[in-house]
């Protein structure tokens, strides 16, 4: 079964800093995607960013990038200028073949003015 | 992208009773999921509702207690049966177009069994 991990409950960052959270997932599988999640107070999940495991390029959408290390089976998501609007819990996702989505515990992540 | 309509968006139940959630899409969608999430905590998933047959469900969950429904490839419920206590969370549909595309999510339902 694969199982994603973010090992940071809670992050806090200075407004216009940079923060990295964490996530490490394990599988057996080759060919999978992996995604990382914003939830704001509203309880919509909102897709961040999105990377596919073929690709050794990371991804990146404006402030938001991507170290993925295959081997490692990492995925860590850095914010860039961290902005107020940043603070929400975020989530580590992992799909397969099966098309479920597995998520990790959650970070919960305040951006400080 | 897409757009899921979630209702209700919360409710107070009283034990014992039943509530069905119902999660629409403004296009069709490959796959649909129903997920619990206690505040603060991570998405865990309940079923995987498949168009036409019986609904995939995960280990812990039932089709007695969470029985669900999916006539088309834009429309799911998922019927909370029996409520107790316990099953005060709120419960998330998500849908998708493949694997290597987003998951949609509706807004939630927060449920609250007194």
């Known amino acids: 079964a694969q199982t994603v991990t973010q090992s940071q409950p809670e992050m806090s960052v200075q407004e216009a800093e940079t923060v990295t959270l964490s996530c490490t997932y394990d599988?057996?599988?080759?060919?999978?995607?992996l995604f990382w999640y914003k939830q704001p107070p509203s309880r919509q999940m909102i897709l961040v960013i999105r990377q596919e495991a073929y690709k050794q390029q990371n991804a990146t959408e404006n402030r938001f990038s991507v170290n993925f290390q295959k081997a490692a089976k990492s995925f860590s998501l850095k914010i860039s200028d961290s902005q107020l609007g940043d603070t929400a819990m975020y989530f580590c996702?992992?799909?397969?073949?099966?098309?479920?989505?597995?998520f990790g515990a959650g970070t919960r992540l305040t951006v400080k003015p | 992208s897409a757009v899921i309509s979630q209702k209700p968006s919360r409710d107070i139940c009283q034990r014992g009773t039943s509530l069905t959630i119902q999660c629409q899409v403004d296009?069709?969608?490959?796959?649909m999921f129903w997920y619990r999430q206690q505040p603060g905590q991570s998405l865990t998933l309940i079923a995987t509702?498949?168009?036409?047959?019986?609904?995939?469900?995960e280990s812990g969950f039932v089709i007695d207690k969470f029985p669900i429904s999916r006539p088309n490839l834009t429309f799911s419920t998922l019927t909370v049966s029996n409520m107790s206590p316990e099953d005060s969370s709120i419960y998330l549909c998500s849908g998708s177009t493949g694997m290597n595309t987003e998951a949609f999510f509706g807004q939630g339902t927060r449920l609250t069994v007194v």
């Open positions: 599988t057996s599988e080759n060919n999978y995607y």
């Open positions: 296009s069709q969608v490959t796959m």
């Open positions: 509702a498949n168009q036409g047959s019986e609904a995939t469900y």
């Open positions: 996702a992992f799909r397969n073949r099966n098309n479920d989505m597995r």
